[in-house]
């Protein structure tokens, strides 16, 4: 781990700071991430794991219950050497057959601005808590956000405490992927 700070142009934390327990950040990259379908999370995660990259992801969805339409969505910070999406359970096979037989239940234009405004907005949060963090109860590493948009809240979901101690077992340690780049 670097032991050098940079401003909001990178991604090095300084040590000491309340983010250095996290991901080996060997990039001054991150990405975020708001799309349709659980297979593009899916591929953008391995992508970012494969570099070392922050993974920030938000997306919400709209469906049909018995008193109306339900809004629900997430905020995903997945960080390298920590616990994945699929750790969380927020990926899982099941979903990629839901997903192809009812995106859109709500009609192929739902209104969405809003939730989507206090999604990004969290995520903008997390981002600035990365680089620029201001206190010390930062969650030590990648953290959910579930977010009610019938009751306009957005909590840490229950799962990052249920899984506070548990190492993710689908990417392993950071020092098991190798280099990321090849060359002959
Ligand atoms: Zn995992």
Redesign the pocket.
Known sequence: MRNTSSGPSGFVISAGSPSTSRANRSSRSWVRSCVDRYTERDQLERLCRRFFIPYLDIGMDVYEAESGYVLHGQVFLSLPGS?????FNFLRPELLEKEAQHYGEAGGRPQVIWPNGALASTAVGLFAQLILPWHQEVPAGSVMYDYDGNRHTMVISPRVAVLAGVP????GALHDTGAALWTP
């Not at 616990?83 to 750790?87: A, E, F, K, P």
């Open positions: 616990l994945c999406m699929r750790c993710c077992s689908h990417f």
